[in-house]
């Protein structure tokens, strides 16, 4: 064995610098939250060559006295916690005393500073920590630090770093989580002699937002806003139509701290499953408050873990701060806004002279008026029926919709290859005090909704709401069978019959497995069905689950065949039994997925168990059960994107249609 060395402090330092600055970016973090904890109101930062050339922060905050900027560069200076006990509760962005030590040891820093009541300023050098010249200066409020050459004393480092471009951008992501962690600060970030972005510093975050992230992204957003369990969570989470590919708009702040928490993400993205696409990421700015005595920030050099006590109270804040946006806050997805191209005159005519074409041979005229006579005729004897009956209590689609059968009117059948044209039906307003589409009545999510990723104390069930009033609606018709148009006061409505359905067989089986009490009917004689062994296995390791929603079922001694006892009351043998055979077959696929929760996995297979029995696109349906899908969505909050992420419906305004016309 050889003689021990014990290191000087520069090579300690060098050592120390590699796990706080691994980068320009990293750099950079940490001298915008000095600026922060200086009590800047505004920020300036500057880069050169991703930062490799040049580093300039400039603030107007406190400043620096002559001493304090000479040793601010020692390791383990600080000003911001002074004895063990502060680490319990800190309130600053920095406390360990390293950064400026780091820095300054792999780079040539200059600190130009001077205080609120100083004179005059100073401006200091350093050369790989060491300081090389002091001087006094005329210079503004506030600090200045200058970082050049950076890791030129580190070749190892150096070799390491990204091209230009690719190091501008990581500080460009930094710059982007500071400002959004701060609306009250105004940040200027300027690469390259370009400024990139500058926030108002006027406390709005959704100012931020646009300054920061763009147009696009500020225009998909919704707010949340919740307080549980000591828990404060503001913020904006992004529409399900601004979904991402990876988890890169996924921001959290904790107490001002931008952080990457696991827990905070995975309520997130537990809240928007069955609202995006599986393989998609969620975007949201999200911010939350929590005691600093319950948060452990000093988990890692750069500060970007945190430890809570206790994570449960965290999960729970944002998944149903979420859950509550997403189901209450978010509007239906508009058809395109964009304005309407205007023809020139030639085109005006040609197009004129496509439709006389189509159209203007009286013979042809003819016959379609005959056809919506006949038609109307029709429907007003199929609505005075339907309207007769009581409404639909539960939606039991037929195992299989008979093609043309007796029962479906032709007024959803095609007519002579034109269009399906369904002529007015109007249904008698029912109410006239019901609250206009869009303010429909709080479906709350309590923290005993939050899935169980956590072990939670057995909660009670909760009772069924009021169905809330349905506003006049109109179906003007169905096209490919699929589309169903649906007409409000002052807007329309495009519903996919499928996804709409999807989504209420999804949301009614949830309900029976929050309940407790699963509606479910029993069989006289078992229903046998032929499984993988896998698949079997798995139904078996979810029979909690199963029961849950309304399936009993036993499994024969060949290893392969389960039998069905009772099945969900929603559904008919054959969709049970399609049901049942799906979800096995998810949830034998995700089991043993390393990272997929189990109930993760279960949602899945409701998923595409839910798709599995709802009404098929292309096929026709009775207009009973077409219009109590219509009522479903028109009523229900969370019918607005089927489990798979597709969207239910759009819709598009009135006034948008006047525009469209150029009537206004
Ligand atoms: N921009 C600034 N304005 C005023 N004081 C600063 C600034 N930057 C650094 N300081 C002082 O230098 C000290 C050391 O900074 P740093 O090495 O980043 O450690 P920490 O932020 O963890 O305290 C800080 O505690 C603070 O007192
Ligand atoms: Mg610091």
Redesign the pocket.
Known sequence: MGKINVLDTQVANLIAAGEVVERPASAVK??L???I??G?GKITLEIKNGGISLIR?T?D????TKD?ALV??KRH????ISCAADLDGIA???????????ISSVSKMRIM?RTKNSPTGIIIEFNAGKPVSVEEAGCPE??S?IVEELFANVPARRKFLKRDAAETAAVAAVAEKIALSRPDISLRFIADGNLRFLTAGDGKLADVIYAVLGRDFAKKLAPVHDMTEGVSVSGFIGTPENCRGNRNYENFFINGRYVRCKTACAALEQAFSSYIPSDKYPACVICLEINPAFVDVNVHPQKMEVKFSNERPVFNAVYCAVRNTLMNRIDRPRLADSEPTRLSGDSYRLYNDIISVKTDTDEEAARIADERERLSAKYEQITVRAEAKEPMPHYEPPADVPKMSADIPETFQAVSGQPQVLPDITVPQINDHQPPVGTLPDADISRENVPDIFPAPVTQPESEPEPPAVPWYRIAGVIFNTYVFVELEDRMLIIDKHAAHERIIFEKLRQNMKSGDPASQLLLLPVELTLTPEELAAAEEYRDELYRIGYTFSCADDGKTALIIAYPSALDTAQAKDMFTVLAAQLADGTGDVGTSRERTYEKALYQASCKAAVKGGREDLPENIRWIAEQVLTRSEIRYCPHGRPVAFEMTKSQFEKRFERI
């Open positions: 940490e001298l939250e000095n600026a904890d200086a800047a922060v603030d905050g406190c400043g620096m304090d601010c560069v200076a600080t000003s911001k600053t962005l920095g406390f360990r005393g390293e950064a400026l030590a780091a500073t506030g600090t630090v």
